[in-house]
């Protein structure tokens, strides 16, 4: 957890918090998405919130980087993503809203690897994806499965 995030839970508790995040639809060079199983067993991009004084393209890169190892090269805005789906409770009970900026990436330099933030991480098919997609990514994850093309705004 940043900084920011700790110092405002200090003052709000478990209250709404709004937070921004950025996303990547990292596809390989055979079209597939790359998803991160979770330690819950759910299936989701990579990806983070924004931090004071970052860009969301700074973000993307850093999250990016942070969770599979990867050098983001090339990106393209997706979609925008808020509203219901935005709305989260974590099991300590915090509550979040979140805005999504999710990027397609296709350029990318490294050698993917796992971390302590997922048990796996795998490329998929927009035929093959698990059953267990994390349900506040499911719908930019779909989108992209349905071919919805950027920048789309939900």
């Not at 957890?1 to 918090?17: A, F, P, Q």
């Not at 990579?46 to 190892?69: A, C, I, Q, Y």
């Not at 409770?89 to 690897?113: E, H, M, W």
């Amino acid at each position: 957890m940043n900084d920011y995030i700790s110092t405002m839970r200090k003052l709000i508790g478990h209250e709404t918090l709004l937070t921004v995040g950025c996303g990547a639809i990292l596809e390989d060079e055979s079209g597939r998405i790359l998803l991160q199983q979770k330690h819950n067993r759910i299936w989701g991009i990579p990806g983070g919130l924004l931090e004071l004084g970052e860009t969301f393209v700074e973000t993307l890169k850093r999250e990016v980087l942070e969770e599979t190892s990867l050098t983001v090269l090339q990106w393209q805005l997706f979609g925008l993503y808020s509203g219901k789906n935005g709305f989260a409770q974590y099991a300590n009970g915090d509550k979040v809203f979140s805005i999504q900026l999710i990027f397609r990436v296709t350029d990318y330099a490294g050698v993917l690897q796992t971390n302590e933030e997922s048990t796996r991480q795998q490329f998929f098919a927009k035929n093959e994806l698990p059953d267990s997609l994390n349900p506040h990514q499911a719908p930019f994850i779909l989108d992209w499965v349905h071919g919805v093309t950027p920048p789309i705004v939900r």
